[in-house]
Each structure stands twice: as C-alpha cells, then as structure tokens.
C-alpha cells in the first residue's frame, strides 16, 4: 500500500486564487517511510495573500516571496512521485492521508498540479483519500460534544498526542500530529 501523506501551508482558502507556500509530508510504502519531505514554495504568480493566513504559520508576505518557485519546487514533487509509482499504471497509485484533506488540502494540491500545467493528478492518486479528521471521528464521538472544536491540534490531545502550539501551522509538524493521529486511529500505516 502506497500513501502520500502530506499538509500544506497556503496563503488562503480558495484553491483558484490562493495559492501553496509549503508542502511537507512522506511517502510510505508498505509501512516503510521511503521519503520524507519539506518544501517552502513561493505561490503561483497573482495569487492573493490573505494576511489572516500567513499569520496562522508565522510567515510574513516578504519571506514567503524568497522561496523557490512554484514550478521549481512542483519538479521536485513531480521526481519523487515518478520514482515511486508508475504514472501510466491505473492500479500503481498513491492513498493521499493528512487531517481535513477530503474538504481542503485536496482541492489546493489538484489545482497546484493544474497551475503547473498537469491536468493528471489521478494518474498518481486514487480519488478516495483517508482524512485522518473523518477517521478518528469513531474514537471521539462519545466525548465530541466537550471539544472546544474538531481541529487537529485538539483531536491530536484527545487521543493522548503530545501537541506542542508553538509548532503548530507548520506544515512539517503538521504531518507528525497527523501521522500520529493516523496510527492512533488506524493502529498501521
């Protein structure tokens, strides 16, 4: 089993006029993390940057501007999903995993494949994904209505994660609480 595992950092959240400022994240096959990953990316030029979203991860409008370019860093996204899977393969693809993906992140990492002139996203991943947010709901129904929200930081603490807030809203911490979720949940890669 393949998952790309993955959270991003974006500059709002409209996938069309917002764009990614960092995408971390690992590939694990088979329960063996392959490649871990932390790329800083400037946006898409004419994206808008939205204050509020840039202040969540600490970053300001000048720094994010100094990171490598979209498409310089989307090459590099690209080589490693080309070194492990076969893009022309249906049955050779990639689980996507992360928190809140199914109504987010999705959407922003499509429409990057899209602005960097790839309109074949599913050639590398299958359309369903494991949203960790949607998988620890089970674990957590019981007691759902005592959280203060449904955020990943929380649900991270609920099931006994360590969360540290100072690191939050990095996407390279970010993947750990949600692996972390992920094996609470799941009990496996």
Known sequence: MK??????????????????HQISGKIIIDSVVCQSFDFKVRPKDGCVI???????????REEIMEYPPMREVYFKVLSMLDHFC???????KFYLVGFN???FDNHMFRQWF???GNKYFGSYFWSNCLDCM????PQLM?????????KQSTVAAALGIRVDPAKLHDAS?????????YDKVCGMY
């Open 142 to 150: 019981e007691g759902r209505a005592q959280m203060t929200d449904f």
């Open 50 to 60: 939205d204050d509020e979203a840039i202040k969540v991860s600490h970053v300001t």
């Open 134 to 137: 949607v998988l620890a709901t």
């Open 3 to 20: 998952l790309f595992l993955f959270d991003l950092e974006t500059t709002g959240t409209d996938a069309v006029k917002h764009g990614i």
């Open 173 to 181: 911490y970010d993947i750990e609480l949600c692996q972390a979720i």
């Open 114 to 116: 899209e602005d960097n």
């Open 86 to 92: 076969n893009k022309y393969d249906k049955s050779d």
């Open 101 to 103: 993906i199914a109504h």
